[in-house]
């Protein structure tokens, strides 16, 4: 063997076997978790539960960054670019997995940069209405009125992209409507509008929604998820009203730059496995209408590419170009 070339593989060997030390020995320091929106909102509620709880489990602090922009595209591009040493990782959200149908140049590729860890949070949607807007009481009285008048219902969003968008364009798809999309900047202001009567309907969260709807201020006509949801247990599912297989549901989990070591990554999980089975997050993710999700690694990074592929196609489909 040529001496550089054995100076090149050992060169390899010692930074391989450094490697592996440092990942044995992690976490060291201080964890941060970028999270791409404001403070104050339901992703940077869960995470902060669970950062607090993982950390404990790990004996280290995990701190939550906010770094909100371009709809998570900001904050998901600084961890893509950070050392994959395990100190900085990724509060990942649905919208990530098809980002780059949404915006020309997001920064990332979520399956090329990044590797899943676990799924912190699943929440499903509602179909809500304000009934002094739009007086129905059922889904089949909401897709009759679209049917017979198409256009006519305005439908608010957080903004493109958003899963109560892409849920409105599924809608359409699915049973054959027309609504008008009115986007805002952020799902508080949609949901204020909505109050308002300024639209009729949207897709929102029983945890944000539950108050309204037992005053009698909104209606929840139909649950975009697999079963009822306990919060408004008098809602039937889509399944149940009529319109088979309507899924919408957003999720939080927690990604690592692709190269992080595997033991990293298999602490990380267990760490948030733990924090996920405490009687705390299992109370407190009940009162906000999410569930808890115990699953491994393989299943977390199966179920992230199979909701993209299916968003991915919603937005295909219903034409939606990037901004």
């Known amino acids: 063997m040529k001496p550089n070339r054995r100076a090149v593989l050992a060169g390899l060997s010692i930074a391989l076997s450094a490697r592996a030390a440092a990942a044995r020995d992690w976490p060291e320091k201080t964890i941060t978790w970028v999270l791409p929106f404001p403070a104050g909102g339901p992703s940077d509620g869960f995470a902060r539960v669970i950062a607090e709880l993982a950390g404990a489990e790990l004996g280290q602090t995990i701190v939550v960054d906010n770094r909100s922009g371009a709809g998570g595209s900001v904050g998901a591009a600084v961890v893509a670019n950070a050392r994959p040493d395990g100190y900085t990782m990724l509060v990942g959200f649905t919208g990530h997995t098809y980002a780059s149908l949404i915006y020309a140049n997001p920064g990332f590729d979520l399956a090329r940069d990044f ?4 799924a912190i949070d699943r929440v499903q949607s509602v179909l809500l209405v304000n009934p002094k807007r739009l007086d129905v009481s059922s889904l089949q009285q909401f897709l009759e009125t679209a049917r017979a008048k198409p256009d006519s219902i305005d439908m608010a969003s957080g903004g493109l992209g958003t899963i109560p968008h892409l849920a409105m364009e599924l809608l359409q798809i699915r049973a054959k409507v027309k609504l008008r ?8 202001p949609a949901l204020q509008d909505l109050l308002s009567g300024q639209v009729g309907a949207m897709f929102g969260t029983a945890g944000l929604a539950q108050g309204y709807v037992k005053g009698g201020q909104l209606r929840a006509l139909a649950v975009a998820g697999r079963r009822r949801e306990p919060l408004l247990p008098d809602v039937p599912t889509f399944d149940e ?5 309507f899924r919408a549901i957003s999720w939080d989990g927690i990604f690592a730059p692709k190269a ?4 990293v990554l298999d602490r990380m999980h267990a760490a948030i496995q733990k924090a996920l089975g ?3 997050v299992k109370r407190q ?3 906000r209408g999410a569930r808890v999700e115990l699953e491994s690694r393989a299943e977390f990074a199966a179920f992230v590419a199979q909701d993209g592929a299916r968003w991915s196609a919603v937005i295909k489909a219903a034409g939606i170009k990037p901004e």
């Open 115 to 118: 590797a899943p860890i676990a």
């Open 181 to 188: 999309h009115v986007p805002y900047r952020g799902g508080a």
């Open 241 to 245: 009203a009529g319109l088979p297989d």
């Open 260 to 263: 992080t070591p595997e033991p």
């Open 278 to 280: 405490s009687d705390k």
């Open 285 to 287: 993710w009940a009162e």
